[in-house]
C-alpha cells in the first residue's frame, strides 16, 4: 500500500485511525497522530455533518463510493473519490476499515472549464445565428473546397433558391461554368489570404441588382485559412464616374464609325489591352464603355480616371490605393481604382499625361496584374482589363522622351483610333436625335424637343473642331433658350461660321417638319442613291454606305425602299 499512487487510510472495528500510506501523508499533510482518537479522520472532511453519515454506513459494513470534499492540514480543499469498505475475517467479523482516497480535484476544475467554455459556445453560436439570419445583407460560408457551408435568408432570396438546394454544392453546380469561372478567379485569391471586394450584378426575381461583394478569409484556431465568407450588399446606385447619357448605336451611316465599331466588337470579345486614339471630345471614352458593355465583364464595374485631371503627386494613390500613414493625412487604408475595379474595366482617359515614374509603376503592374498600395508591402492582385486612351500621338510622345517606349508597346496590343466629328458627318442628325432626347429628359421638358430642318442642315454644315462633346454643349444650350418651343437657328448660340461643305441634306426640303421626318428623309435619300450607283446590287450599295448587308436589309424594310 506505500507504494500505491492513491492516498489509503486505515482504521480499527472500534473507528481509530491507524495507518495512512505514502501519497495520503503527501497528499493532505497530516500524520497518523494528527487523526488518532475515535473518528478522527473526520478532521479531514470539509463537511462535519455529511460526514459521520458517509462513517455510520461503513461501520454497518455497508460499502460507500462517492466524491467529497476533504481538508489538507494547511486548509487547502481537494475532491477526492472515495472508496470505503470493512475487512472481515473468515468468520465474518470486522478487522479494521479501509479508505482510498483518488484526487479529482483538477479533473473537476478541467471539467467544469469545459462545460462553461461549451455553454460560452453554444450561446456564442446562438447570438451568431441570429445575426447571421437576420442581417439585412446576403452573407454567405463556403470551405476549402468552395461549396457553401451555410447561407441567410437575404443570400437565399437574392438566389433565389431554397437552402436544401445550395448547401454542399460549389457555384458551377449552381449557376454555370460562365459564373463559377469568375468566383473561382476570385475566392482562390482568399484562400490565398486576400480580401476582395467586387461589384457584381445579379438576378433577383428575374430582375438584374448591382450588388456590393466583399470576401475575406476563414481561419481556424490555429490561423489556417479553413473556408471563404461572403457578404453580399445591394447597392442604391452603381458606381460609375462616366453617365449613361448616351452610347454608340449600330446605326452610324459613315463608313470610319462602322469600321470603327466593327474594331471594338471584335475587341470587346477578348481580354487584351486596347488603346483609344483620336481627338479630345470625340467619344473616346463612350466607345471604351461600349467595349465594356459588350464583353463578358459587362456585369461588373466600369470605372474611368481622367490622368490629366489627378496631381501627379495624389495620381499614384489615386490609381493603387494607399495605407494608413503613408504619408501626411492618410489616416486610413485607401483602394485605388484599380482595385475598385476588380472583374471589370478601368479607363485610362488621358494616359499621356502620366507622370514618368507612374508609367514604369504602371507597366509593372499590366506585367503581372499585382501592385503594392502605396506605403505597403503586401501584394495586392487583381483581374481587370485596362483600355487607355490619349488625344496625344504617343509614338511621337515615345520619341522625345515623353513617354516609355516598354509602355507603349505594352498598350498598344490592339489600337482602335475614334474618328472625329467632321469625318463623320453623316452620323450628325442620328447624334442629335440621341443627345436632344436625353437633354430633354434630364431637363424635365413637358414636350419633345424638335429641331426644324435649317438648324439641322446648319448642324451638319460646321465643322465641329470640338467633336462630339461640343456638339453636345451647343444643343443642351439651344434647348434652354428655346424654352421648350422647336430649335430653330437662332438657338444655335456659340458656332462657329457654318463652311461651304456639301450638306447631306437637300436644302429644297420644306421647313417646319419633324426631326423623325427628316432623320427618315436622309436615310431614304442615301440608300436609294446607294442603290442607283450599285445598280441595285444590295450588297455593293452597302459596301458604298459602309454598313453591313444585313443592316442595309433592316433600314430598307423600315424605309419601306423597294427594289425596282
Not at 432570396?157 to 438546394?165: A, E, G, H, Y
Not at 492618410?330 to 485610362?348: N, Q, V
Not at 442615301?526 to 442603290?531: D, F, G, K, S
Request: glycine share 8%.
Amino acid at each position: 500500500m506505500d507504494g500505491a499512487s492513491d492516498a489509503i487510510s486505515m482504521a480499527t472495528p472500534e473507528r481509530e485511525h491507524f495507518y495512512q500510506n505514502r501519497a495520503f501523508s503527501d497528499l493532505f499533510g497530516y500524520t497518523v497522530d494528527d487523526l488518532n482518537g475515535s473518528d478522527g479522520i473526520l478532521r479531514a472532511f470539509k463537511d462535519q455533518n455529511n460526514a459521520p453519515v458517509i462513517l455510520e454506513k461503513i461501520v454497518r459494513g455497508e460499502s460507500w463510493s462517492g466524491e467529497v470534499e476533504m481538508l489538507s492540514k494547511d486548509g487547502r480543499c481537494f475532491i477526492v473519490l472515495l472508496r470505503a469498505n470493512a475487512i472481515r475475517d473468515a468468520q465474518g467479523s470486522i478487522i479494521c476499515f479501509i479508505g482510498i482516497h483518488t484526487d479529482v480535484t483538477k479533473l473537476r476544475a478541467v471539467e467544469r472549464a469545459l462545460s462553461h467554455r461549451d455553454a460560452a459556445l453554444l450561446e456564442s453560436e446562438r447570438r451568431f445565428k441570429t445575426l447571421f439570419d437576420s442581417a439585412s445583407d446576403g452573407i454567405f460560408i463556403k470551405d476549402g473546397e468552395l461549396k457553401y457551408t451555410d447561407v441567410n435568408k437575404i443570400m437565399l432570396q437574392f438566389l433565389n433558391i431554397q437552402i436544401s438546394d445550395i448547401i454542399g454544392k460549389t457555384d458551377k453546380e449552381l449557376l454555370g461554368e460562365y459564373i463559377a469561372a469568375k468566383t473561382q478567379n476570385v475566392e482562390s485569391r482568399v484562400l490565398n489570404g486576400q480580401t476582395i471586394e467586387t461589384q457584381e450584378i445579379l438576378l433577383y426575381k428575374s430582375e438584374p441588382i448591382s450588388v456590393d461583394c466583399i470576401r475575406f478569409p476563414l481561419r481556424d484556431s490555429s490561423h489556417e485559412i479553413v473556408g471563404v465568407c461572403g457578404i453580399v450588399r445591394e447597392m442604391v446606385y452603381r458606381p460609375q464616374t462616366l453617365s449613361d447619357e448616351f452610347s454608340p448605336g449600330d446605326g452610324y451611316l459613315s463608313s470610319a464609325m462602322c469600321s470603327t465599331l466593327s474594331r471594338a466588337q471584335m475587341a470587346a470579345e477578348t481580354d487584351s489591352s486596347i488603346i483609344l486614339t483620336g481627338e479630345s471630345g470625340s467619344g473616346k471614352d463612350r466607345l471604351a464603355r461600349y467595349i465594356h458593355d459588350r464583353s463578358s465583364r459587362s456585369r461588373s464595374p466600369f470605372y474611368v480616371v481622367n490622368c490629366a485631371a489627378i496631381p501627379s503627386e495624389l495620381a499614384e494613390s489615386e490609381l493603387f490605393g494607399h495605407e494608413a500613414g503613408a504619408f501626411t493625412g492618410a489616416a486610413h487604408r485607401k483602394r485605388g481604382l484599380i482595385e475598385l475595379a476588380e472583374g471589370g474595366t478601368l479607363l485610362l482617359n488621358e494616359i499621356g499625361e502620366l507622370s514618368y515614374p507612374l508609367q514604369g509603376k504602371l507597366l509593372q503592374f499590366l506585367d503581372t496584374f499585382c501592385f503594392t498600395r502605396v506605403g505597403g508591402e503586401k501584394k495586392v492582385a487583381v483581374n481587370i482589363r485596362l483600355i487607355a486612351a490619349t488625344n496625344r500621338d504617343l509614338g511621337s510622345e515615345v520619341s522625345e522622351g515623353r513617354f516609355r517606349k516598354d509602355l507603349y508597346y505594352r498598350l498598344n496590343v490592339f489600337p482602335i483610333h475614334v474618328p472625329p466629328l467632321r469625318e463623320r458627318k453623316e452620323d450628325i442628325p442620328l447624334l442629335v436625335k440621341e443627345i436632344v432626347s436625353v437633354l430633354a429628359d434630364n431637363m424635365a421638358l413637358q414636350k419633345p424637343a424638335e429641331l426644324d430642318f435649317e438648324a439641322l442642315r446648319r448642324l451638319c454644315l460646321y465643322s465641329w473642331p470640338g467633336n462630339v462633346r461640343e456638339l453636345r454643349n451647343v444643343l443642351e444650350r439651344s434647348l434652354i433658350l428655346s424654352h421648350g418651343e422647336t430649335i430653330g437657328v437662332r438657338h444655335l448660340v456659340g458656332m462657329g461660321e457654318t463652311e461651304g461643305t456639301v450638306s447631306l441634306l437637300d436644302s429644297r426640303m420644306p421647313l417646319k417638319r419633324s426631326l423623325n421626318d427628316i432623320l427618315e428623309e436622309t436615310e431614304r435619300s442615301l440608300i436609294q442613291e446607294a442603290l442607283r450607283c450599285s445598280c441595285g446590287k444590295k450588297s455593293e450599295a452597302a459596301r458604298i454606305l459602309g454598313i453591313s448587308p444585313f443592316a442595309l436589309a433592316r433600314h430598307m424594310e423600315k424605309l419601306r425602299i423597294r427594289l425596282r
